[in-house]
């Protein structure tokens, strides 16, 4: 078992690595030599088929659907990760047809709220807090470009009102003018962990700050957040200081994750854009001054 995820099992079988990964009852697993696939196919058979149960069901080759996600190896090493027919659903599921099409999942008021906004009715609330939660599953794993959208959106599932509701539409006709696409994964010759991280200083309106992470080992985001800081800081400095510590659980978990499935990268980088926060994370005190003392 790998020690920082139990539901990632490794086992080298003639040089090669045999990984299984599980989620209750679906399991992916991988291996060079079919021979050896075959071997583990038969053996949890054994184990768990019966005609009380039913039969193990097994898809092979290139193309897999997975907990929602539809992927595809391809022969150039790249993974795609899509999930069309889910966000096919989710339009189709939703009471009110969408038309037309938007060319961001949010507009730049997507923060702004109203203190006297018209609260929703009790059914387009329960619409609204299942059509986030779609969302919220969709952006974790193939659709991370809605995830800043549906940060906001579920920090509103408890009380929405009528500007929540607009924000929504907005995300569903991005959505639809979107359906088809994809996140494409592939690993670079440097094979260097890759981390951008940034943040949006004071926007909410309590004054916090909104920090947002990914990391990428060549083409495509293997590993997004976008979330609101729990602190109150007082400058961008500070905020960005704050954003690169809410990544950096996520930044060693990766490496040590990675280090026991046996992946040798070259070693992690984080990039910031803001050079007073990169000293005093580089230099500490030494590049500290009377507005960054008291951290």
Not at 35 to 44: P, R
Not at 121 to 133: C, L, Q, R
Request: aromatic share 8%.
């Amino acid at each position: 078992l790998n020690p920082y995820d139990p539901c990632v099992a490794n086992k080298i079988i003639n040089g090669k690595q045999f990984t299984v990964v599980w989620h209750v009852d679906d399991l992916k697993i991988s291996q060079a030599e079919e021979a050896e696939v075959d071997k583990f196919i038969k053996w949890v058979e054994r184990l768990y088929a019966s005609d009380e149960i039913g039969q193990v069901k097994t898809s092979r080759g290139k193309k897999h659907v997975y907990l929602g996600m539809e992927l595809e190896y391809c022969e150039d090493g790249s993974v795609k990760v899509g999930m069309v027919d889910y966000v096919r659903r989710m339009l189709e599921e939703f009471p009110k047809e969408i038309t037309g099409e938007a060319i961001t999942p949010a507009a730049v008021y997507i923060f702004v709220t109203r203190k006297n906004d018209k609260p929703l009715s009790v059914d387009d609330a329960a619409v609204f807090h299942t059509t986030v939660a779609k969302g919220l599953f969709a952006c974790k794993r193939a659709r991370p470009d809605i995830q800043l959208a549906i940060a906001f959106l579920s920090t509103r599932v408890k009380n929405p009102g009528q500007d929540d509701w607009k924000k929504l539409i907005r995300l569903m006709k991005y959505l639809n003018g979107t359906k088809e696409l994809v996140t494409t994964l592939s690993i670079d010759r440097a094979a260097i962990l890759k981390w951008h991280v940034d943040v949006a200083y004071g926007l909410h309106d309590d004054m916090k700050s909104h920090t947002g992470y990914s990391l990428s080992l060549g083409k495509g985001g293997v590993t997004n957040n976008s979330i609101k800081q729990k602190l109150m800081t007082k400058s961008s400095t500070e905020a960005e200081v704050v954003g690169t510590d809410d990544a950096m659980p996520q930044i060693l978990w990766t490496n040590y994750f990675l280090t026991a499935q046996g992946f040798k990268f070259n070693g992690t980088v984080v990039y910031q854009d803001n050079k007073s926060a990169i000293l005093l994370k580089m230099n500490g005190k030494m590049s500290s001054t009377k507005h960054t003392k008291h951290m």
